[in-house]
C-alpha cells in the first residue's frame, strides 16, 4: 500500500466528518494526493474555531481535502509568542516527537511542510 504522511504546522480544522485546512495548501496536495491509496496527515487541530460564527469567517481561506483515505492525527501547537506559551511548547515537544517519530515509522513516504516548527521536528525524526 502507498502511504504518504504529511507533517506540518498548518492548522487544521474537522468539520461535518471533513478535514479542512488554507486552502491553497489542501488544493496542492489534493493534486498528487491521487497517487497513494492512504494519505495521513499530523499536524495542529485549529481549537479557535469551535462555534459557528468563527468558522463562517474564516470559511472564506478553507478547504477541505478530496483523498477518501485520509486520516489527521492531531498535535500540539508549537508556538513562542509569549513566555507561558513557550514554556508549554517546550514541555510538549517531546510527546510531538513521539507522534512523529510513530507516524514516521509507518509511512511509506514523508512530505515535509517547511518552514514552520512542527516541520522543524519532522527533519530531524524523518533521519
Not at 497513494?36 to 463562517?56: A, G, R, Y
Not at 515537544?93 to 507522534?99: A, H, Y
Not at 517547511?114 to 533521519?127: A, E, K, S, T, W
Request: hydrophobic residues 40%.
Amino acid at each position: 500500500m502507498k502511504s504518504l504522511l504529511i507533517i506540518s504546522h498548518a492548522p487544521h480544522l474537522i468539520h461535518n466528518n471533513k478535514v479542512l485546512s488554507y486552502a491553497p495548501y489542501v488544493r496542492e496536495v489534493n493534486l498528487w494526493a491521487n497517487f497513494f491509496s492512504k494519505v495521513t496527515v499530523i499536524s495542529p487541530l485549529d481549537d479557535q474555531t469551535k462555534n459557528d460564527e468563527t468558522f463562517e469567517k474564516k470559511q472564506k481561506i478553507l478547504t477541505a481535502y478530496s483523498h477518501k483515505n485520509l486520516i489527521h492525527k492531531p498535535l500540539s501547537t508549537l508556538h513562542f509568542k509569549s513566555v507561558s506559551h513557550g514554556l508549554k511548547s517546550i514541555l510538549n515537544t517531546p510527546k510531538i516527537l513521539i507522534q512523529i517519530y510513530r507516524a514516521c515509522s509507518t509511512a511509506r513516504h514523508i512530505h515535509l511542510r517547511c518552514p514552520g516548527n512542527i516541520g522543524l521536528l519532522g527533519c530531524f525524526v524523518q533521519m
